[in-house]
Nanobody, 117 residues
Framework: QVHLVESGGGLVQAGVSLRLSCTPS????MGWFRQAPGKEREFVAA????????YYSDSVKGRFTISRDNAKNTVYLQMNSLKPEDTCVYYC??????????????WGQGTQVTVCS
């Protein structure tokens, strides 16, 4: 059993940055997803185990960056130029290898990101 822990969420103004962290990442494909109340969980970003291949949803491409530090067993999501529509609970996940959330076996508890205009 893998217990993922996210951190770094918070309440911020539009336009600022936040960095989310998730551990343990393991030597495996990792994904970030988000979910707003009443909406489906959606893919945000993913990275392969080496960090050489990164994938983003169109809604965050150019603003968010996924990265990992395998020595620290941690994956990050750097979120820049935050918008009110980025307000969601953000989850990290492992065990999958795509943008489909139902392929991931292990999930964190989520961290709330709230962006005020």
């Amino acid at each position: 059993q893998v217990h993922l822990v996210e951190s770094g969420g918070g309440l911020v103004q539009a336009g600022v940055s936040l960095r989310l962290s998730c551990t343990p990442s393991g030597r495996t494909f990792m994904g970030w997803f988000r979910q707003a109340p009443g909406k489906e969980r959606e893919f945000v970003a993913a990275v392969n185990w080496s960090g050489g291949n990164r994938y983003y949803s169109d809604s965050v491409k150019g603003r968010f960056t996924i990265s990992r530090d395998n020595a620290k067993n941690t994956v990050y999501l750097q979120m820049n130029s935050l918008k009110p529509e980025d307000t969601c609970v953000y989850y990290c996940a492992r065990g999958g290898n795509s943008g489909r959330w139902n392929e991931y076996a292990y999930w964190g508890q989520g961290t709330q990101v709230t962006v005020c205009s």
